[in-house]
């Protein structure tokens, strides 16, 4: 059974910094994609960032520049580093790994950030 957890998240004033792992069980992504999604209260899911198997990163607009994107083949995780977090971060963050580049096969459950003002 494949599981991934995220963790990480949390209340952090603006300016902030909170670092998302995303842990992976029951298969390897090596080879795949990994990804991060937000979704705000009353708004759709939207894309933040992904990692393709050779290190290819993609970053949304809105958070170019602020988070970063990484992973760990040998722990199978994978990790979102966010600095200077603004109010309209606040989100369920989602990670969701593919067993190919091409798209999303598992979800975690998601893990709540809150940024203050």
């Known amino acids: 059974q494949v599981q991934l957890v995220e963790s990480g998240g949390g209340l952090v004033q603006a300016g902030g910094s909170l670092r998302l792992s995303c842990a992976a069980s029951?298969?390897?992504?090596?080879?795949?994609?990994m990804g991060w999604f937000r979704q705000a209260p009353g708004k759709e899911r939207e894309f933040v960032a992904s990692?393709?198997?050779?290190?290819?990163?993609s970053y949304a607009d809105s958070v170019k520049g602020r988070f970063t994107i990484s992973r760990d083949n040998t722990k199978n995780t994978g990790y979102l580093q966010m600095n200077s977090l603004k109010p309209e971060d606040t989100a369920v963050y989602f990670c969701?790994?593919?067993?190919?580049?091409?798209?999303?096969?598992?979800w975690g459950q998601g893990t709540q950030v809150t940024v203050s003002s």
């Open positions: 029951g298969r390897t992504f090596s080879k795949g994609i």
């Open positions: 969701a790994a593919g067993n190919t580049i091409f798209k999303y096969d598992y």
């Open positions: 990692i393709r198997s050779g290190g290819t990163t």
